[in-house]
């Protein structure tokens, strides 16, 4: 398992078994998982973001923390609120990082999460030109999630 997916698993697990609540002290959690600071900054702003359904805030200096909350949505928000966070262009790797936040909100059952993520796979759009396979993952997932809302 890379780093990266440690710590998101970790803050996960804390923001689980912490009713959707997770204050982090940043250095005890690298110290903790063996990685650098950054790490966890690294992790938070591209895993904890509003647009994947956590607020997060943070105070600086000797006793600081990074306090993360999973936001509370009915599935059919939720879905909406992933759809106007895609834009016009989206990778693969935070494709995946929506799927798997979507599956464990259990908005999205396993199998359904495991076709989307092969439609939206490179190997999937790999007739498409490179320059245009994120807008083409963007268009098709938005599309498969508002057929979810039916």
Request: hydrophobic share 40%; with cysteine.
């Given at each position: ?13 804390m ?34 973001t ?70 939206l ?11 245009i ?18």
């Open positions: 398992m890379r780093m990266s997916d440690l710590v998101a698993q970790t803050i996960l697990e923001l689980d078994s912490q009713n959707g609540n997770a204050e982090i002290q940043r250095n005890e959690l690298a110290t903790t998982l063996g990685c650098v600071p950054s790490q966890i900054n690294y992790v938070i702003t591209s895993r904890f509003p647009e994947q359904g956590y607020v997060v805030e943070s105070r600086r200096g000797g006793g600081g923390y990074i306090r993360i909350t999973r936001i509370k949505t009915d599935d059919k928000t939720m879905v909406m609120h992933v759809v106007n966070s895609i834009g016009d262009s989206l990778d693969k790797m935070t494709a995946e990082v929506m799927l798997k936040n979507l599956y464990r909100e259990q908005i999205l059952d396993r199998k359904t999460a495991n076709v989307m993520a092969v439609a796979s490179d190997r999937a759009l790999r007739n498409a030109p490179q320059s396979r994120d807008n083409l993952r963007a268009d098709i997932f938005k599309n498969m999630l508002i057929s979810t809302l039916s």
